[in-house]
């Protein structure tokens, strides 16, 4: 299988002070937080997930089911009921009251963010898959066509949140907000695993019209979002070569860990940098035109 494979580098992480990079920071480290920005963060993620979601597999946002969770904030652009199979139809739309559920437990437990403008139109994808392969595909990469593309664009979704959570857990100071944090990630394993090996059934299938495969646009995903980050590699496609694989034992890649099995973790300027797609937590677009909610995002954009 012809694959697009990326090599792990060492990354030694320093807390330091950095001056303002409004086209993207290199920082790695940890930000400075209280348990309830922390936990309030990853809204971004659960907002755009339980709406991609829902409207996917239904064609109803979360306002058809929760409408006080989004406090104000607008729903999104572009998103629409997806062309999928009955199996992940249901698959996909169990997913999407699963995130109704964390946006709950998160906005019961520390209070909740307006749900901030997402862009989830076939534009919006398209530019992402576009980037990610490195050339304009044509016809545009719509992930509401059919069940692969739309599994492909959820592909790029909750793992983002996963190893946020992830890198959440060691900077939380209380039980309460650990245990959510911690119950919450295990949940979005679980998804994240599902999709991925609904994946990998198909990884030497092309995506038609494309001539690209399943294994190579995971690939090229994850390796677009290691570019952004900019932080070393915490992301790994489907496929990988023998000496990155489990025990350096297999090249299937089903799970995204690193060289103990242990999941990679990202910090939230990271995750900016992912879901903004400009590389620069101080620069939104992407799926967060107008950039995320809560004290943290909303931090880096008071700053430029």
């Given amino acids: 299988m012809a694959t697009l494979y990326f090599f792990s580098t060492l990354v030694l992480t320093i807390v330091v002070s950095v001056p303002i990079n409004v086209l993207g920071s290199a920082y790695c480290g940890p930000v400075e937080a209280i348990d309830k920005d922390l936990v309030q963060f990853p809204l971004n993620l659960e907002f755009l997930e339980a709406e991609f979601f829902l409207n996917g597999a239904l064609g109803l946002g979360l306002d058809a089911f929760e409408p006080g969770f989004a406090?104000?904030?607008?729903?999104?652009?572009g998103a629409q009921k997806a062309n999928l199979d009955p199996v992940t139809r249901?698959?996909?739309?169990?997913?999407?009251?699963?995130?109704?559920?964390?946006?709950?437990?998160?906005?019961?437990?520390?209070?909740?963010?307006?749900?901030?403008?997402?862009?989830?139109?076939?534009?919006?994808?398209?530019?992402?898959?576009?980037?990610?392969?490195?050339?304009?595909l044509d016809p545009p990469f719509n992930p509401y066509s059919n069940t692969v593309n739309y599994l492909l664009a959820s592909y790029a979704i909750p793992y983002v949140g996963l190893v946020g959570y992830v890198g959440t857990i060691p900077l939380?100071?209380?039980?309460?907000?650990?245990?959510?944090?911690?119950?919450?990630?295990?949940?979005?394993?679980?998804?994240?695993?599902?999709?991925?090996?609904?994946?990998?059934?198909k990884a030497d299938e092309k995506v038609l019209p494309y001539n690209?495969?399943?294994?190579?646009?995971?690939?090229?995903?994850?390796?677009?979002?290691?570019?952004?980050?900019?932080?070393?590699?915490?992301?790994?496609?489907?496929?990988?070569?023998l000496h990155l694989g489990a025990e350096n034992r297999t090249e299937s890649n089903i799970l995204s860990?690193?060289?103990n099995s242990l999941s990679y973790a990202r910090t939230p300027p990271q995750i900016l940098r992912i879901i903004y797609g400009t590389g620069s937590e101080y620069r939104p677009g992407g799926?967060?035109?107008r950039g995320g909610s809560g004290k943290i995002a909303r931090s880096f954009l008071d700053k430029v």
């Fill in 287 to 289: 799926f967060l035109p």
């Fill in 90 to 136: 249901r698959i996909i739309e169990e997913f999407g009251y699963q995130e109704v559920g964390h946006l709950r437990a998160i906005i019961t437990t520390v209070g909740g963010v307006p749900r901030p403008l997402y862009d989830l139109s076939p534009e919006a994808f398209a530019q992402l898959f576009d980037k990610a392969v490195g050339y304009k």
């Fill in 71 to 77: 406090a104000g904030g607008p729903p999104p652009i």
């Fill in 172 to 201: 939380l100071a209380n039980y309460t907000s650990r245990r959510l944090v911690a119950s919450l990630l295990g949940v979005e394993s679980g998804q994240d695993a599902v999709i991925r090996t609904l994946l990998y059934e």
């Fill in 257 to 259: 860990a690193d060289t």
């Fill in 212 to 241: 690209i495969t399943v294994a190579e646009f995971t690939n090229a995903i994850s390796g677009i979002r290691n570019e952004l980050a900019m932080c070393g590699i915490r992301d790994e496609g489907l496929i990988v070569p």
